[in-house]
């Protein structure tokens, strides 16, 4: 089990596995998020049958997340602001920011990005759409074709083109402007323009002293 994850679920052993240390952090309700998070895997595991081991880990991570409802505003303020919005091929990124040498910030990333991919594709295509691809997997084929028969023919380079035209829009805009690190560079920027205006101010003044001094 990696050393950031709250909870871990194995399917070969039909289990799902929390880890003690990390249980106090969580309230109840963010408990319970892990835990339907992880039994989603489970789930959809089962329903992908011989095809399980075939899918990407932004797709199961997506189905999960979307099942479970994960999703924190400040998750996708953190997808916005990293590198998958402007990257030629997104859910590559995802997939590499899912990696092991990842940092926790890619990591964030890329399960708000996969939540935010699938639920794009579930307007596009419907609620039963992950299940459809689940079941095309389970008859054996493979994963780009069960993602084509699922959404009727739309392929998955077509859905991922929409999806990265989608984060490049007024919303990754909105995030950037809203950012802390923006948030400090402009109080920053303020505090030195106040510093200069204050120093001219205080020299204006010193040059007026100078002028109405009489010993002058």
């Known amino acids: 089990m990696p050393e950031w994850a709250a909870g871990v679920a194995m399917p070969e052993r039909h289990t799902v596995v929390i880890r003690p240390e990390r249980v106090p952090a969580y309230t109840q309700r963010r408990l319970t998020g892990v835990l339907a998070h992880e039994t989603a895997h489970l789930i959809a595991y089962e329903a992908a ?47 590499e920011c899912f990696s092991a040498a990842g940092s926790t910030v890619q990591r964030k990333a890329a399960y708000a990005g996969s939540f935010s991919f699938l639920h794009l ?19 054996g084929l493979d994963f780009e074709a069960a993602w084509a028969r699922g959404a009727s023919g739309v392929t998955l380079g077509q859905d991922e083109r929409a999806w990265s035209i989608s984060l ?13 690190f923006t948030l400090w560079t402009a109080i920053t920027l303020l ?26």
């Not at 400040?74 to 990124?93: E, G, K, T, Y």
């Not at 594709?121 to 008859?139: D, I, S």
């Not at 120093?199 to 001094?213: H, N, Q, S, V």
């Open 49 to 95: 049958g011989r095809g399980a081991d075939l899918m990407p880990p932004w797709f199961r991570e997506g189905v999960s997340a979307t099942l479970a409802r994960d999703g924190e505003w400040m998750d996708f303020v953190v997808l916005w602001l990293s590198q998958v919005p402007s990257s030629p091929s997104p859910l590559r990124q995802l997939d």
């Open 168 to 180: 490049q829009g007024r919303m990754r805009w909105i995030a950037v402007l809203t950012s802390t």
């Open 191 to 216: 505090v030195v323009l106040a510093y200069l205006w204050k120093r001219r101010r205080d020299r204006r003044l010193m040059e007026a002293w100078e002028e109405d001094e009489p010993f002058h």
């Open 121 to 139: 594709v579930v307007q596009r295509h419907g609620a039963r759409f992950p299940a459809r691809v689940l079941a095309g997997l389970r008859e």
